[in-house]
């Protein structure tokens, strides 16, 4: 069965409030009844002192005189007075009924007064009446020579008990009851934001993602609350990049099949016999198709990179042997543009890395610097390695990116100058994947650049020891 919070949280206050109430009631009730009997047994101790004393001479010879005043008295104090001698046998009843006179009593109390002790003690004589006994000893001579013995009905003070104790169970119930409303109140204020929201992530759950709710309350629901608005807020801008990324690539996939089209059109349509216009149109087809083919590589690499749970193959490198490597490959295209490759490497040169993964990313910088600097200019490409992060470093000399565009370039598909540089048959991929790669690898990337003069790309990576 499903029980909401806010009558479970109502039932566990009402159990709370009544049990505490029914046994706090219970210890207070005990209380009032031992004080009551202790007062009644005081008084009539003393009672029963005082008959022992006034009849002292001849109280336990059982004639007239004690009997009267075990009877006057016993009619002052409304008990019932027994006079005893020193085997427990009574010798006087104040209630002059003959059948208890010269019966030995054997209850402790007397047997206690009998031994020089004044006792007392409870009696359930029937269901509705209990009485208490109080027995002194009677003393001759320091002798014990007989007992008093007084009986004291004490209903009144089990009537008055039971009175309190009803009136306390109805106060318990109402207490309970009114802390299970209290507790439904209170119930219904913390679980209404939790309401809202379920209702917001059941909205979500089916695909509307702009959902917030007020999560104003400076408590664990307000904190709750907050943390699923931001929530929300990421999965939509996840949602929009992933939206805006199919519409990028799409459009970008496109322009080259629309190339290749108008290319095979024109040639199928034309009634061209000169083999050369072929031979380039042909040209132009594979160029066009080169370049569909490295936007794909490129975006299916992205893709692996972005898979957070795929492995990166970490080996231990030589970071000048990297470097060296790279500049390796790039030394023909530096050369045919006229430009001076430079290379350093300081630092202690073991450091573990996904080996591939750094040399692309260093292909991709040298690769973009290499365009961007004009004929004569210098590309360097540097590595330290310091005590805490190993830092590569890619310095060109060349056209530099102007200021609004620096924020965009690790955008994907974003190139400074769109013209020039789909000319140059870049896919606007290189610093997205470089970006993701050095993030995977626990570092950071930054750029500097003055337009006109030079541009630095600074990587850092944390070493491990
Ligand atoms: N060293 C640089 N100097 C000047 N501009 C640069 C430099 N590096 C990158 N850029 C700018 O940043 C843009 C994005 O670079 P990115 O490497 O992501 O794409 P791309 O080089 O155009 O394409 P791809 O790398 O796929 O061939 C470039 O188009 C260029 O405008
Ligand atoms: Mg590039």
Redesign the pocket.
């Known amino acids: 069965m499903r029980l909401s919070i806010r009558w479970k949280l109502a039932a566990a206050f009402f159990l709370i409030t009544a049990t505490v109430l029914m046994v706090s009631n219970l210890f207070i009730l005990r209380t009032l009844e031992l004080n009551y009997l202790g007062a009644r047994e005081a008084t009539h101790l003393a009672n029963a002192n005082i008959i022992a004393l006034a009849g002292r001479e001849d109280i336990v010879h059982g004639d007239r005189n004690a009997f009267y005043l075990a009877r006057n008295f016993g009619a002052q104090i409304q008990a019932r007075v027994l006079i005893l001698n020193n085997n427990g046998r009574v010798i006087i009843d104040s209630f002059d009924e003959p059948w208890l006179v010269g019966q030995v009593l054997r209850h402790p109390e007397v047997v206690s007064a009998l031994a020089g002790t004044s006792g007392s003690g409870l009696n359930k004589v029937s269901d509705a009446e209990t009485v208490l006994n109080v027995a002194v000893p009677v003393l001759k001579d320091k002798q014990v020579i007989g007992a008093v013995m007084v009986v004291v009905d004490v209903a009144d003070v089990y009537l008055t008990l039971d009175g309190i104790r009803a009136q306390m169970i109805g106060v318990s119930f109402l207490s309970g009851l009114l802390a299970a409303l209290f507790s439904l109140a209170l119930a219904g204020i913390l679980t209404r934001p939790l309401n809202a929201l379920t209702r917001a992530v059941r909205r979500m759950e089916s695909g509307d993602l702009n959902q917030r709710v007020a999560a104003t309350a400076r408590d664990e629901l307000g904190d709750l609350g907050q943390a699923f608005n931001s929530m929300a807020v990421q999965l939509e801008s996840v949602d929009r990049a992933r939206r805006d990324f199919v519409a990028n690539a799409s459009h970008e996939l496109r322009s080259p099949l629309a190339s290749v089209k108008a290319l095979v059109q024109s040639l199928s349509d034309g009634d061209e016999r000169n083999p050369e216009v072929y031979r380039e149109y042909l040209r132009d087809i594979d160029s066009e198709m080169d370049r569909l083919n ?1 936007m794909v590589d ?1 975006l299916l690499h992205l893709a692996r990179l972005e898979e957070q749970s795929a492995p990166l193959n970490m080996e231990n490198c030589d970071v000048a042997e990297l470097v060296d490597h790279v500049t390796g490959l790039m030394s023909t295209l530096a050369a045919t543009k006229g430009i001076t490759l430079g290379k350093s490497a300081s630092g202690r040169p073991n450091q573990s890395l996904d080996r591939d993964l750094i040399i692309r990313v260093l292909f ?2 040298v ?3 290499i ?3 004009p004929p004569g200019g210098r590309v360097t490409v540097e590595a330290e390695v310091g005590k805490t992060t190993l830092l590569f470093r890619v310095r ?1 000399t ?4 102007p200021e609004e ?1 620096l924020p965009h ?2 955008d994907r598909f ?4 769109k013209a020039r ?1 789909r000319a ?9 994947i ?1 970006r993701q790669a050095v993030t995977r690898h626990g570092g950071t990337i930054e750029v500097r ?1 003055k337009p006109g003069h030079e ?1 630095t ?1 600074e990587i850092k990576l944390p070493v491990k020891h």
């Not at 060349?398 to 990116?401: M, T």
């Not at 974003?414 to 100058?417: F, K, L, P, W």
């Not at 140059?424 to 997205?432: A, D, Q, R």
Request: charged share 20%; aromatic share 8%; no cysteine.
């Open positions: 490295r490129n991709n910088l690769d973009n610097a365009r961007h600097t060109d060349g056209e530099g990116i565009d370039i690790f974003y190139r400074a100058d540089s140059t048959g870049g896919t606007g991929l290189g610093l997205s470089v650049s541009t790309f």
